[in-house]
């Protein structure tokens, strides 16, 4: 397709968004991107930064169709999950009958599972969730699934090695463990347990504490016992403003022994957290090499933006919007089933490599109907055969002053 | 289940009986002292201490929002579904006017005073017409669970959704040797024993809870009598509002952070502190707290804490079975 011609298509595309059609479908693509946002419920701390992630990503994407002629504009519709497995089911549906052709989100695995099970699988709508949780992959998704995310399979070996980094040789070294009895802290502390325990390290507990308790005194106090050499709690940020404090009242609470993962990594950590519970510990996140031009470039538009700031995970959220207007543009469709049947053509392992900087050049590669091997701001992806990615990028930070600060990165692999 | 078996429990307590139970509770007293024996010889004395303390401390919580509950179902057969929001809406209050510049303690007690007129104007739109139009038990729980969710929407038009820290001190704590108790938290324990103890001897022994004790018992023989029923069920709202504030206000400032959720989710965890102790019975949410607070958090010295909510319903479940009105069951009379 010529300049002419791809100027025509955009012509095209906006006389049908005014309503002044008629015009055929097949000369441009409209996409719908659906949101599906944590705005409210346990993990609302991060609904606006995956909110401006998405949002960041469809206007870069529009930007680099419209300079590379390439006749795809994308829009997103978004709607709360609420952190409630029905709650996002209908939110699902909501941004489906709303002409979601693929949906970004939600955070918690329950809710994923809801929605796969009750909406996605069976019209082949592709899911990309943000919950990290090895749960989800207990599901037959049939291909719909997609994850930009770790796993926690491989979140626990970056938790092993954040845990190692602070007390050495694990041998004969004493790690308690404490979860919020869900998925996600179920299915990470059971893989970090058995990394720990492959480098001969002993486990205490885990205690897993129920989220609607009035106390967690009795659960704190469990996880202190014995003096361990460190401890790693598994929770949410509601949970551990109450969880924190109980730890500090114990007495025999150090927060320099602690390690937290992603579900706990702020930027700053929020105020009604105590800070004493945080203050020196340390943790793992999903992270983006920040040495990158695909980094640099995705900071910028974030800066540029205003807003909020970095959360966790911000980044894949970017990555998972790309490679669904990338699919689009591959399948000339916004139809979700052929949507989905190109995710694997647009992250191909073995074929010319994209980036965020070079958007435009991959959307021309996909809309011409070639694989292209897009590599995000948090990494190449390689999805294995459930669709998760087989290597990763985690940080590990500290807590300094109230401030994340990131002091490595790390590369965790199976 | 567990509140229809708390409906039966009122609903079947009409048999006299004397005014002071001092079987029930020198039963209690001993069965708890014989356990927490047992406990300290297997775990000793020490984790046995700590558990207890914290067993204690849960027990506030629970009696503190359960003594209104059961006062209005005890008076106004009104399984009041919206309690739980009513705390909410204590606390919100409390930070709405904490943020207008208010300090916190003098708004937390101007917060129970506008919740304690908002429960009475309720009764004015709501329960009033309610009663005069002799709807059943199960038409006004319904109202009130539609009542719960009007409140909480409300809350969270107005203060959003997310999480909300209180900014009060939740690290400060006591301690007693080895042992320790959070500063809070032991305000809320104090608070809750004395609220519940007060709420029982005024029903005994004053002139106003005697008239209260009356209607609850027939409305209108107690009317016929002369009693001012109007003025008993002003009263009655008056105080189970402003203890609801209450016990909101202290959750929040104790717990250090809450959401607008938070009163309905504490709810269940009331109304089973209540129906064990004997619903409608002022003691009752004191020894019902007492019991599943030290039960729950006994338990962690053997089994995983995740279990924590098994052992409160079981405990429920057993009691119920032994004791279908409770542990100080069918005592509407004297509540």
Redesign the interface.
């Known amino acids: 397709m010529n300049r002419r011609q791809s100027l025509l298509a955009a012509v095209a595309v906006a006389t049908v968004a005014l309503g002044w059609g008629p015009v055929r479908a097949e000369d441009g693509v409209t996409l719908t991107i659906g949101k599906l946002l944590e705005l409210t419920g346990p993990l609302s701390e991060n609904g606006p930064s995956q909110d401006k992630a998405i949002t960041i990503a469809v206007d870069y994407a529009n930007q680099a169709a419209a300079a590379a002629g390439v006749p795809i504009k994308v829009s997103a519709v978004s709607a709360d999950a609420q952190g409630d497995p029905q709650a996002a089911l209908s939110a699902a549906r909501a941004l489906v009958a709303k002409g979601a052709s693929a949906i970004i989100g939600p955070s918690i695995t329950p809710e994923s599972i809801a929605i796969a099970n009750g909406l996605t699988i069976q019209k082949r709508i592709s899911l990309w969730p943000v919950g990290t949780s090895t749960r989800l992959r207990t599901i037959k998704d049939e291909g719909t699934i997609f994850r930009t995310v770790p796993p926690d399979s491989l979140q626990a070996y970056a938790l092993a090695a954040a845990v190692v980094d602070k007390v050495g040789d694990p041998k004969g070294k004493l790690l308690s463990i404490a979860y919020r009895n869900e998925p996600y802290g179920e299915g990470l502390a059971k893989d970090l347990k058995a990394a720990w325990t492959a480098k001969g390290g002993t486990i205490q507990g885990p205690v897993v504490f129920d989220p609607a308790q009035a106390t967690f005194d009795s659960e704190a106090q469990q996880v202190v016992d014995h003096n361990p050499d460190a401890y790693v709690v598994i929770d949410y940020p509601d949970t551990f403003a109450k969880f924190g404090a109980s730890l500090v009242r114990t007495g025999n609470y150090d927060a320099a022994k602690l390690v937290v993962p992603d579900a706990l990594a702020f930027s700053t950590v929020p105020g009604n957290i105590p800070p004493p519970a945080l203050e020196g510990a340390r943790g793992t996140r999903g992270g983006s090499d920040i040495s990158t031009d695909a980094y640099k470039l995705f900071d910028q538009l974030w800066q540029k933006a205003g807003g909020v700031e970095h959360f966790a995970l911000d980044a894949n959220s970017f990555d998972s919007t790309t490679l669904v207007v990338l699919a689009a543009a591959a399948a000339h469709s916004t139809d979700p089933a052929a949507l989905t049947a190109k995710i694997r053509d647009v992250a191909k392992p073995g074929a010319p490599k994209f980036g965020p900087t070079t958007l435009g050049e991959a959307l021309k590669a996909a809309w011409s109907g070639k694989p292209i091997d897009y590599v995000g701001v948090a990494g190449a992806f390689e999805f294995a055969d459930n669709g998760d990615p087989t290597i990763s990028r985690f940080d590990i930070y500290e807590y300094k002053g109230g401030k994340l600060d990131v002091i490595k990165q790390i590369d965790a692999a199976k | 289940m567990t509140i229809e078996e708390g409906i039966g429990a009122g609903a079947q307590g009409r048999a006299p009986r004397p005014p002071i139970e001092i079987p029930a509770a020198a039963w209690l007293a001993l069965t708890l002292v014989f356990v927490a024996v047992c406990l300290v010889v297997a775990r000793g004395p020490v984790a046995v201490g700590?558990?207890t303390?914290?067993g204690l401390?849960?027990a506030g919580?629970?009696s503190l929002g359960a003594v209104g509950l059961t006062l209005v179902f005890g008076t106004l057969r009104i399984i009041n579904f919206a309690h739980g929001d009513l705390l909410t809406l204590g606390a919100y209050l409390t930070f709405g006017l904490n943020a207008m510049g208010a300090p916190f303690w003098p708004a937390a007690a101007v917060a129970i005073a506008l919740t304690a007129l908002i429960a009475l104007s309720l009764d004015y739109v709501i329960w009033a017409p309610l009663r005069r139009a002799r709807t059943s038990t199960l038409q006004a729980m319904l109202a009130a669970i539609g009542l719960a969710m009007v409140i909480r929407f409300t809350v969270q038009f107005f203060a959003g959704?997310?999480?909300?820290?209180?900014?009060q001190d939740?690290?400060s704590?006591i301690?007693i040797g080895p042992l320790?108790?959070?500063s809070l938290?032991a305000l809320v324990l104090v608070v809750g024993v004395v609220a519940s103890t007060l709420v029982g001897l005024g029903l005994a022994f004053t002139r106003l809870g005697k008239q209260i004790r009356a209607l609850s018992d027939n409305m209108a023989l107690a009317e016929v009598a002369g009693i001012d029923t109007a003025r008993a069920i002003r009263v009655v709202w008056i105080v189970a509002g402003g203890l609801a504030a209450l016990a909101g206000i202290l959750?929040a400032a104790a717990?250090?952070?809450v959401?607008p959720n938070f009163g309905f989710?504490?709810l269940l965890?009331l109304f089973t502190a209540a129906v064990l102790g004997g619903i409608g019975n002022a003691y009752g949410a004191l020894v019902g707290g007492l019991v599943i607070g030290l039960a729950q958090?006994w338990s962690?010295l053997f089994v995983?804490?995740?279990w924590?909510?098994v052992v409160g319903f079981a405990i429920l479940i057993v009691v119920l079975l032994v004791l279908p009105r409770g542990i100080f069951g069918g005592s509407r009379e004297r509540s």
């Open positions: 700590q558990t303390l914290n401390i849960a919580y629970f959704s997310q999480v909300r820290g209180v900014g939740v690290l704590s301690n320790h108790l959070g938290q959750f717990v250090g952070s959401n989710f504490t965890s958090e962690t995983n804490p995740r924590k909510p």
